[in-house]
């Protein structure tokens, strides 16, 4: 079953992979029940993505394992060096530059920072040359 089920996800209706398994009927039901599952699935993705965005603070955020991924993947994406300065031995931030894909970042959306040009870009220094 777990083959043909494999078989019948990588067909279409009438195609000659799904003709070996199942009949037409067989196979447009199969990839109905499929097509189901794959829109609950996003469902519960969105859904989820709304409550990071909507019922918990951006410090709660900063906590979750979803951050922990996009921050992880930022940081080797990176270089696991400042994107200003290129330096490497001072302490490393992921910065935001857009907070509208909470939860789901890009990695355009995040900037790798030393904690200076981090400081500097929030106003906290003046100058971080």
Do not use: P
Request: aromatic share 6%.
């Amino acid at each position: 079953m777990k083959r043909a089920l494999e078989a019948a996800s990588k067909a279409s209706t009438g195609t000659s992979g799904s003709a070996d398994l199942f009949c037409d009927v067989c196979t447009e039901a199969i990839l109905q029940r499929l097509n189901e599952q794959v829109r609950r699935d996003r469902l519960v993705r969105e859904a989820h993505i709304w409550e990071l965005n909507n019922k918990m603070t951006y410090s709660q955020y900063l906590s979750t394992q979803d951050w922990k991924s996009a921050k992880a993947a930022a940081l080797a994406w990176a270089g696991q060096r400042c994107s200003v300065c290129n330096r490497a031995d001072e302490e490393l931030h992921v910065h935001h530059r857009v907070y509208t894909r909470r939860g789901c970042e890009r990695l355009e959306d995040l900037v790798l920072l030393c904690r200076t040009h981090h400081a500097q870009f929030h106003g906290v220094l003046s100058d971080a040359s």
